[in-house]
């Protein structure tokens, strides 16, 4: 049976993946595509609904991201956000002007009509607005349904034509009862029934998976994060010991991480998996030695990486399939999917070698947000520590640690790194105890990194001339900009004290406060 799905055309607004995600959220399939989509293949993928996402065009523009007005007239549903909604009414004859101001923030918004977009949702309410255009006409047998002070047409519906406006951003956060308004369109108006659930796509995906491998054989390089975790338990339940995982311990994992990652997934874990663990951190060591350079670094834990697990493979003989752990964002953002612009590909040390004798690639979490990624691993029963593990760069402490990487080097980072996580995730416990909540300075992202600088101090009686460690916590959507998070004094003071405490090779901390932009998230 076909997939019912909506599709989400993509005109390059910064938004634009969070109006998928939360289009899932409502149990609805979604896909994103470009503005500059054929129409003829909209049509062949036979969407129950379309929406528009915004953009930073003005559409009365010569060269404006624009769309066939042929869109409109498919009979499918269509809701248009933000500068979708200006195109939809532009396209269809209304007027579209620059205002005066722009109009920027959480914003009250009035409902002045019923409208099945609003089922459910208070006559006065807030929504998150951000635009210097705005309708100044509205394009004929549309009726207003929402304003605000300073936007006459805050939202506009068709009826006979299934056609739907909103000016504002009900995808994002600060407009409350967004998610409301994005299910009455997918799954009132557009009549999706909700079969978008983890549960399905797991039982779903071990049938298919099944079907696909037959009786082949397939290689997992398992890196213990949460995608190639995910990959390799899905398809351990499909094709039992068809599958073998590499995990690879380059000896720059954080502490006792790779007897944690053998702990679930080896023989005495609780996945019947072919599991082989390759202990290769001398060799690592011995590779990077005086090599200070971060580039040259990433580059050597790659290419040594994929030596090992290529003899690996090898010694398995003929391998049918290999599996990459692609998640939706990445296909996304690769430019396969939507408009907004490539930042970054990262050299990941679980990605694909060149001369491994396989078949066929199999990217089983290819169509998910990775927390579909999270919620499919709960539904695999792995442990909910490793489901939410904030994310571990491939080359590991080998870009947490400036200049060369030495054994001793390695072993302070991660003395540390196991104190200041520790720290951290008792606080944010405790606040949650307390106020059923995580704090507000919760980071996405926290660790130690060893700064390369020695200084002076004073322990006990003695002069000290030690290492100093930086300390990087960041709270970040989408890890492509980020802020520093604001972790209290008192916490900060603890971990300090107890890492120059029980850390031998340190004697200062600092606190790297630096935003991405201008910094990045490694230091790196
Ligand atoms: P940066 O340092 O570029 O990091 O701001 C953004 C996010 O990506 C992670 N990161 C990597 N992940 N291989 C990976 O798999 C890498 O080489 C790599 N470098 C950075 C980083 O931890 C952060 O989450």
């Not at 005066?100 to 998150?128: H, M, Q």
């Not at 939410?388 to 870009?399: D, E, N, S, T, Y």
């Not at 992202?445 to 004073?458: D, P």
Request: hydrophobic share 40%; glycine share 8%.
């Amino acid at each position: 049976m076909e997939r019912q799905k909506v599709i989400v055309i993509d005109f390059g607004g910064q938004y634009n993946q969070l109006v998928a995600r939360r289009v899932r959220e409502c149990n609805v399939y979604c896909e994103i595509y470009s503005y500059k989509t054929d129409i003829e293949k909209i049509k062949e993928m036979n969407p129950m609904g379309i929406i528009l996402t915004g953009g930073p065009s003005s559409c009365y523009e010569e060269d404006a991201a624009t769309c066939s007005p042929e869109l409109f007239k498919l009979g499918i549903p269509v809701l248009g956000l933000c500068y979708g909604a200006q195109l939809m009414q532009h396209v269809l004859g209304g007027k579209v002007e620059r205002a005066k101001d722009r109009e920027y923030g959480k914003t009250d918004i009035i409902i002045d009509n019923s409208s099945a977009l609003f089922n459910g949702v208070p006559e006065k309410t807030t929504c998150w607005m951000s635009h210097f255009d705005y309708i100044s006409k509205t394009a004929p047998g549309f009726k207003v349904i929402a304003h605000t002070d300073n936007c006459p047409a805050a939202a506009l519906e068709n009826v006979n034509e299934n056609l739907y406006a909103i000016q504002f951003h009900p995808e994002v956060l600060h407009t409350p009862e967004g998610t409301k308004m994005l299910y009455n369109f997918v799954r009132n108006i557009c009549g999706c029934a909700g079969d978008w659930r983890m549960d399905s796509f797991v039982k779903e995906n071990i049938s298919k998976l099944r079907e696909r491998i037959g009786s082949g054989k397939v290689l997992c390089a398992l890196s213990g994060g949460v995608d190639s975790s995910v990959a390799a338990v899905l398809l351990s339940k499909a094709i039992g010991d068809q599958l073998t995982c590499v995990f690879v311990d380059h000896g720059l994992l954080r502490k006792n991480e790779a007897d944690e990652v053998e702990a679930i997934f080896g023989k005495e874990g609780s996945y019947d998996i072919n599991f082989v663990r390759v202990n290769a951190r001398d060799q690592f060591y011995v590779k990077l030695a005086g090599v200070e350079d971060p580039e040259s670094k990433r580059k050597i834990i790659g290419e040594e990486f994929i030596r090992l697990f290529e003899q690996e493979a090898k010694k398995i003989g003929k391998v049918d399939f290999l599996v990459q752990g692609t998640i939706y964002p990445d296909v996304v953002e690769s430019g396969l999917g939507g408009e907004s612009v490539v930042i970054k590909s990262h050299h990941n040390v679980g990605g694909l070698p060149d001369h491994v004798d396989f078949k066929e690639i199999i990217e089983p979490l290819r169509d998910l947000f990775k927390d579909e990624v999270r919620k499919v691993g709960l539904e695999l029963g792995i442990p909910e520590k490793l489901v939410f593990r904030q994310p571990f760069p491939g080359p590991g402490l080998g870009v947490r640690i400036i200049g060369d990487v030495t054994a001793e080097k390695v072993r302070i980072v991660q003395d540390a790194d196991a104190i200041y996580r520790e720290e951290i995730e008792k606080e944010a416990a405790a606040y949650k105890e307390k106020n059923g909540e995580l704090p507000d300075w919760m980071p996405d992202q926290y660790f130690a990194a060893l700064t390369n600088v020695r200084s002076v101090g004073v322990m006990g009686d003695e002069r000290t001339f030690d290492y100093a460690i930086a300390l990087r916590a960041v709270r970040t959507i989408d890890f492509m900009t980020a802020d520093c998070a604001r972790i209290p004094w008192d916490v900060l003071d603890k971990v300090t004290s107890r890492i120059i405490n029980e850390v031998r090779g340190i004697n200062r901390c600092f606190m790297d406060i630096t935003s991405k932009p201008p910094g990045t998230i490694e230091l790196l």
